[in-house]
């Protein structure tokens, strides 16, 4: 069984309204950040994080992780079967050929998600997983088409003084994110074994293109430039536009990839899009 969050297969079009959550009359959603922006795309969202991600921007606000509910929150947990999730997938992806499974953190429940990817792959859809790239499982690293890795870098740590701005307390989970939040033996195993990947990281402040290099890719040698993604922090059109700031810069002055949060853009911080 596979723990799914809230939203679980999405969009899908509601039997009630008969529309998804972005609107439309149709399932699907567009894939909003990285390679593959823009691609019609329906979502997989599992439940469960290793990491508790907090970041300070520019103005000094402090953001979450925009799908808090898996991880801080301890949103509700839907326990499903491989089969009946794949029977969810196929009687919504009409025209579209690529799932993205995402999380929380998806490695963390690598088992069970083999069969369920296996199934998925049967039906030659594209399937891009999207990972912290703390945990490694070559069987399901081998299976994906993409693999999206995010390493979290030291401006994600949750301190506590970005609990206290939030009104938390530290706790297990807060207090070993910086000690898992890169794994450079990991992501060199991930990178090895995967088809194709990128790296996907936050930026949020002019730090963050040191912290890039300095963190990860200094370990990381004979990447492509064009593996390397740069996602401005933010929940907001505001928020986006203030980290754009540095994004953009860093983005040209290394030759590294800005694909735009479309989602954000097209229908705000909402679940479900």
């Known amino acids: 069984m596979i723990a799914l969050s809230r939203e679980g297969v999405f969009p899908i079009v509601s039997p009630n ?20 922006v823009g691609v019609p795309s ?15 921007n520019a103005a000094g606000d402090i953001s979450r992780c925009d799908t808090a509910h898996t991880s801080f929150e301890g949103g509700s947990v839907n326990m499903v079967s491989a089969h009946d999730i794949m029977s969810v997938v196929k009687s919504n992806m ?4 690529h799932v993205v499974i995402t999380g929380g953190e998806p490695f963390l429940q690598a088992s069970q998600l083999i069969p369920l990817v296996r199934l998925l792959r049967n039906e030659d859809y594209h399937v891009t997983i999207e990972t912290n790239g703390t945990i490694y499982n070559e069987e399901l690293v081998s299976l994906c088409n993409l693999l999206s890795i995010s390493p979290k870098l030291s401006s994600s740590f949750p301190t506590v003084d970005k609990l206290s701005l939030l009104g938390l307390t530290p706790n297990y989970a807060t207090q070993q994110h910086a000690a898992i939040a ?68 860093m983005s040209v002055r290394n030759g590294w990839r800005y694909p735009p949060r479309l989602h954000i853009a097209l229908w705000g ?5």
């Not at 008969?18 to 593959?36: C, H, P």
């Not at 329906?42 to 300070?56: D, E, T």
């Not at 730090?207 to 996602?231: A, F, G, Q, R, Y």
């Open 182 to 249: 890169v794994n450079i033996d990991v992501l060199k195993s991930l990178i090895a074994h995967s088809a194709d990947y990128q790296l996907k990281f936050v930026v949020g402040n002019a730090i963050d293109e040191c912290l890039i290099k300095e963190e990860v890719l200094s370990h990381l040698p004979n990447l492509k430039p064009s593996d390397v993604i740069v996602m401005p922090l933010g929940t907001t059109t505001e928020e986006i536009a203030l980290s754009n700031i540095y994004a953009v810069p």
């Open 42 to 56: 329906l979502f997989i969202r599992l439940q469960g994080c290793n990491l508790r991600c907090l970041w300070k």
């Open 94 to 97: 009409g025209s579209m050929r």
């Open 17 to 36: 309204d008969k529309l998804t959550q972005t609107g439309l009359d149709v399932s699907g959603t567009l894939q909003g950040e990285g390679k593959l």
């Open 269 to 273: 911080n909402k679940e479900g899009v």
